[in-house]
Antibody
């Protein structure tokens, strides 16, 4: 059974940093691309970033480029999202998702339960 | 601002059918597979349809998907109260090199 468990969310001041983690199990982690998708309170889904399963090539949404860094540790079956220079509009539930294939253009097929990030002074 | 447009809401009585449209462009829907997600209140999204019209194991055949040109459609037949949720379409956008999601549609069972 595929399981994705996010952690690392919390309250942070504007301009601060946070690192999210996603522990994966139930599948061969290195064989699949992984994604982060966020959802601001009362809003829709917004793709944040994806990383391929082969060469760990990252892709980012424009609003987070230069501030967020996605990475993965295939030996630990863990996905990360390093978030720097956080802004109020980064406040959201952040979901970790497994993609259907090794390439980032594949669709997310399993989602974690999400972790809430609140950026506020 | 999403590049995929969905109606904000649709509704129907129990047992009836609803359809949800997802409008995009040649850089996304027109040249890539579409997937659909169901998000029940307070929960994570769940994959309903992938590759335009395929259902993952465990998804009832009351849910169907189709694609034509730069638009896609999700259909739900035999509507049940448990289908009340937000539904999102998604695909890859070749111009943006980004995954894009629709604006979301709230389904209400009257």
């Amino acid at each position: 059974e595929v399981q994705l468990v996010e952690s690392g969310g919390g309250l942070v001041q504007p301009g601060g940093s946070l690192r999210l983690s996603c522990a994966a199990s139930g599948f061969t982690f290195s064989s699949y691309a992984m994604s982060w998708v966020r959802q601001a309170p009362g809003k829709g889904l917004e793709w944040v970033s994806s990383i391929s399963g082969s060469d760990s090539s990252p892709h980012y949404a424009d609003p987070v480029k230069g501030r967020f860094t996605i990475s993965r540790d295939n030996s630990k079956n863990t996905l990360y999202l390093q978030m720097n220079s956080l802004r109020a509009d980064d406040t959201a539930v952040y979901y970790c998702a497994k993609n259907d294939l090794v390439v980032v253009a594949s669709h997310p097929d399993y989602w974690g339960q999400g972790t809430l990030v609140t950026v506020s002074s | 601002q999403s590049v995929l447009t969905q109606p904000p809401s649709v509704s129907a009585a129990p047992g009836q059918k609803v359809t949800i449209s997802c409008s995009g462009s040649s850089s996304n829907i027109g040249n890539n597979y579409v997937s659909w997600y169901q998000q029940l209140p307070g929960t994570a999204p769940k994959l309903l349809i992938y590759e335009n019209n395929k259902r993952p194991s465990g998804i009832p055949d009351r849910f169907s998907g189709s694609k034509s040109g730069t638009s896609a459609t999700l259909g739900i037949t035999g509507l049940q109260t448990g289908d009340e949720a937000d539904y999102y379409c998604g695909t890859w956008d070749n111009s943006l090199s980004a995954r894009v999601f629709g604006t979301g549609t709230k389904v209400t069972v009257l």
